[in-house]
Every structure is written in structure tokens, then in C-alpha cells.
């Protein structure tokens, strides 16, 4: 079965300051790799996701991620964070075939002024 | 466009109690799926209907129940509640096609306190 590590629970990062969340899944299935953000007392909406071609996929608002085949990783990076950057991040491929996503336990990402 | 709505928003029950939570998709979506998040925790799935037909299941009991409507509005009902049962439950639509490359959208959630 699918699985996700997201090997920070907490990152607190200065305004301005670059900042890297990071993701590895399990190789067995999941072709597909997507990256969730929940802002406070909001739902989860999509950030970017990577379904092919580029391995690097940018998001609207200054984030990227970059699908590393080999590592298994899909960290997310952002090179100039903003206070409004805060919130939980969640890496959440879908299950190999299906639209079952399978999400990693996040990250809280808080930005200090 | 109208999003994905959740209804109510918070809920307080008593163990062994039923409960029964509904979302209504956004529009043109023929998918909806059910997370369920404990506190500190990563949403996890528990089931997805497509087109009024279950289509996949998580681990959860079968006191963890669900419908989907003609009109892709679903509900979802879970029996004699535990105190583990306690955490906020998040509805996803999607346009289905059942290759895991849709976007799924998500509602405020519902949070359920069991004591």
C-alpha cells in the first residue's frame, strides 16, 4: 500500500527566508503526486500537483515541488516565504489507479515576522 | 460556481449515539469521497462514492456508513460512536474518471466531539 513520510511535523521560518517541506512516498504505486494546503480554520485546497512531463511543477503563489523518480521524494519549496504562507502543508499522492489520497501526517509551516 | 458545503459544522454526541453528516458537491462533480482527521493528524480515507455506487473503502468499520444522491449530495453515517470517533470529517468532490489525477475539492469539514 501506498505511503507517505513528511519528515518535519513543524517548521518555523522568518518572513522572507526560503523554506523546503519535505515529502518521500513509497514506490510501489502512485504515479501521480499532489501537495495540499490547509490555512487556518479553512479546508484543504490544492496546491500544485505533478501528473507528468517537467518534473518540476510550480504553484500560483511562488511554491514548487520537484518529483525525484529515484529518491521518491516530492519536496516543496518556496525561495521567499510571506506571513500569509502560514498553514499546514500535505503531500497526498493518490492511490496507485483510484482517486483515494493517501496523506502524510503535515507539516506546519508558520512564518514569523 | 458553488463550492463543496458541509453540514453542521460542529456536533456533539454521546458513545454509542448515531450520527449523520452531509455534503453537497460542487457542481458538475459525480464523485464525492470522505476523510476522516484526527487532531494532529493527515486525513485519511474512508470511502468514495461514484455516480450513487460505492467505489473504495479505507479501513473503517462497517458502523461507518454512506450514501450518495441522484443529485451527487452524499451523507455519511457512522453508529454507536466512540470516543475515538472524535475529529473533524472532510468531504471531497471530484469529475471522476478513477485515475487519481483529479483535483478533489474540499468542504469546511465537520467536526465531531464524542464524550
Known amino acids: 500500500a501506498q505511503s507517505v513520510t513528511q519528515l518535519d511535523s513543524q517548521v518555523p521560518v522568518f518572513e522572507e527566508a526560503p523554506v523546503e517541506l519535505r515529502c518521500n512516498y513509497s514506490s510501489s504505486v502512485s504515479v501521480y503526486l499532489f501537495w495540499y494546503v490547509q490555512y487556518p480554520n479553512q479546508g484543504l485546497q490544492l496546491l500544485l500537483k505533478y501528473l507528468s512531463g517537467s518534473t518540476l511543477v510550480e504553484s500560483i503563489n511562488g511554491f514548487e515541488a520537484e518529483f525525484n523518480k529515484s529518491q521518491t521524494s516530492f519536496h516543496l519549496r518556496k525561495p521567499s516565504v510571506h506571513i500569509s504562507d502560514t498553514a499546514e502543508y500535505f503531500c497526498a499522492p493518490p492511490q496507485g489507479g483510484s482517486e483515494k489520497l493517501v496523506f502524510g501526517k503535515g507539516t506546519k509551516l508558520t512564518v514569523n515576522p | 460556481e458553488t463550492g463543496v458545503t458541509q453540514s453542521p459544522t460542529h456536533l456533539i454526541k454521546t458513545r454509542g449515539q448515531q450520527v449523520t453528516l452531509r455534503c453537497s458537491s460542487q457542481s458538475g462533480h459525480n464523485t464525492v469521497s470522505w476523510y476522516q482527521q484526527a487532531l494532529g493528524q493527515g486525513p485519511q480515507f474512508i470511502f468514495q462514492y461514484y455516480r450513487e455506487e460505492e467505489n473504495g473503502r479505507g479501513n473503517f468499520p462497517p458502523r461507518f456508513s454512506g450514501l450518495q444522491f441522484p443529485n451527487y449530495s452524499s451523507e455519511l453515517n457512522v453508529n454507536a460512536l466512540e470516543l475515538d470517533d472524535s475529529a473533524l470529517y472532510l468531504c471531497?468532490?471530484?469529475w471522476g474518471r478513477g485515475r487519481g489525477e483529479e483535483t478533489q475539492y474540499f468542504g469546511p469539514g465537520t467536526r465531531l466531539l464524542v464524550l
Open positions: 471531497a468532490s471530484s
